[in-house]
């Protein structure tokens, strides 16, 4: 399934930019995998959140959507057109169906960019067991127009100060080592690196290991719910 992914995604990029940026894409996506093909894991404790609410400055919005029928046409194609709208498509659907929530941010009546949430489990298999009243932040993206405005750090704090308001008791996320963007973007937030990680899935199951632990946390988590070394469970259809 990854690999059809990962063709149809080359195929829709050839589409837009042509065989010359394809292929510089295709040899940037190869030496990260060789060399830099490790998760950043994050973590935040919402119990220890600040009590200083975050303020959604006019005339940024922020939108809650919970199923796919209320995703309206307009945010929908603005979304999947982005990248490859047959896949995006397709994780919308099965996003929804797995019960996650997306967040839309707006700048004005302009979608701005979005992100993912899914409460009590993964929304595939993760580094660790995902137990109740633990959240996954996954997918988020401010669209090229609205970049270097903070949108994605009042995305990100107004989603972790509403859970915490919620009940929910953990958040975590990642990034690509590479993804420098998104590391700058994790610093300003509540969320405290706990170390990198590095996948291998076989016949749909994922083996991880751990390494450069920032914090005892990992070891925690891991003591609670299961080695991080162990087998998880593999992709829900």
């Known amino acids: 399934m990854e690999i059809l992914s990962s063709f149809s995604r080359a195929r829709e990029y050839l589409k837009r930019h042509g065989l010359a940026e394809t292929l510089q894409r295709v040899g940037v996506a190869v030496r990260r995998e060789l060399f830099a093909n490790r998760m950043v894991v994050y973590y935040c404790d919402l119990a220890k959140l600040s009590a200083k609410r975050v303020v959604v400055p006019e005339p940024v919005r922020i939108e809650r959507i919970r199923t796919e029928g209320a995703l309206g046409a307009e945010d929908r194609e603005a979304i999947t057109k982005f990248w490859n709208p047959e896949l995006a498509q397709q994780n919308i659907r099965e996003r929804f169906e797995k019960s996650a929530t997306l ?135």
């Not at 004005?108 to 660790?128: C, E, H, M, N, V």
Request: overall charge positive; proline content about 4%.
């Open 103 to 237: 967040w839309l941010v707006r700048s004005g009546d302009k979608l701005a960019g979005y992100g993912w949430t899914i409460q009590d489990r993964a929304i595939s298999p993760y580094y660790f067991p995902i137990t109740h009243g633990d959240v996954q932040f996954f997918d988020f993206l401010v669209f090229p127009k609205f970049r270097g405005r903070a949108i994605q750090w009042l995305l990100t704090t107004y989603i972790l100060n509403l859970l915490k308001d919620e009940g929910a008791s953990r958040a975590f996320a990642d990034t690509h080592e590479w993804n420098e963007a998104q590391l700058a973007s994790f610093k300003m937030t509540a969320f405290r690196p706990l170390g990198m990680v590095r996948t291998v899935t076989l016949f749909g199951y994922a083996f991880s290991e751990w390494s450069e632990m920032k914090t005892t946390m990992p070891k925690k988590i891991i003591a609670e719910r299961g080695s991080a070394t162990a087998v998880a469970r593999p992709h829900e259809r």
